[in-house]
């Protein structure tokens, strides 16, 4: 299993702007999973990129995959007050354990 | 039920005291997890069940924590003579089955406060 390391480690911006995370990784990965954390609550499976996989798109959110430099950006379009939370990236390594590990992820506010 | 849920949501005990927290996973959900948050801190992975065996408990910080899992279905997280540094927020997930493919649903955790 590998953590992922999410950047920047927090984020500020204006409902109505796009939000972008990115996501580090070290090495090869069957899937890379996107959480979001909400104060308080669990983390929610937000969406699954395989590795045979460039992009990958639910509703607003825009998932990329760069298997040559090991990383993935999230893109929230269009965010909204409520999209305020903690994101987390999960790399599934490729033949290695099952456990999906998580780093400290980004710290979104989205300022009303 | 419609999703994880785990008990009590929030615990407060005194330093050497015993705790159990508990969790239900989702129904027909093989694979269980156990991860701890510490404040403002990412999620440090525990123990991993398939079924009632934990194949994995590379996560257990000291022989003070134990799980166990009966009937493939709910699980205890104990944690013996408690400390301090104790103090998180304890968050149960469950999956269709141990591979990491299928997505983790999360409980909305234990905060556990060691006085």
């Known amino acids: 299993s590998q953590q992922g390391e999410e950047d920047p480690q927090a984020l500020s911006i204006q409902e109505g702007e796009n939000a972008t995370m990115n996501c580090s990784y070290k090495?090869?990965?069957?899937?890379l999973q996107w959480y979001r954390q909400n104060s308080g609550r669990g983390l929610v499976h937000l969406i699954l990129?395989?590795?045979?996989?460039r992009e990958k798109h639910s509703g607003r959110l825009r998932v990329t995959l760069d298997t040559s430099k090991k990383s993935s950006s999230l893109l929230i379009t269009a965010s909204r007050a409520a999209d305020t939370a903690s994101y987390f990236c999960?790399?599934?390594?490729?033949?290695?354990?099952?456990?999906?590990?998580f780093g400290k992820g980004t710290k979104l506010t989205v300022n009303p | 039920g419609a999703g994880v849920s785990q008990s009590p949501s929030n615990k407060v005990t005194e330093k050497g005291k015993d705790v159990e927290l508990r969790c239900d996973p989702i129904?027909?959900?093989?694979?269980l997890y156990w991860y701890r948050q510490s404040l403002g801190q990412g999620l440090e992975f525990l123990i991993y069940?398939?079924?009632?065996?934990?194949?994995?408990k590379s996560g257990l910080p000291s022989d003070r924590f134990s799980a166990e899992r009966t009937g493939g279905s709910v699980s205890t997280l104990t944690i013996q003579r408690t400390q301090q540094e104790d103090s998180a927020v304890y968050l149960c997930?469950?999956?269709?089955?141990?591979?990491?493919?299928?997505?983790?649903?999360f409980g909305n955790g234990t905060r556990l406060t060691v006085t």
């Open positions: 997930a469950s999956s269709l089955d141990g591979t990491g493919r299928p997505p983790l649903h």
């Open positions: 090495t090869s990965i069957n899937n």
């Open positions: 990129i395989r590795s045979n996989e």
């Open positions: 999960a790399p599934l390594t490729q033949g290695g354990s099952e456990k999906l590990v």
């Open positions: 129904s027909g959900h093989t694979a």
């Open positions: 069940f398939q079924g009632n065996s934990a194949p994995d």
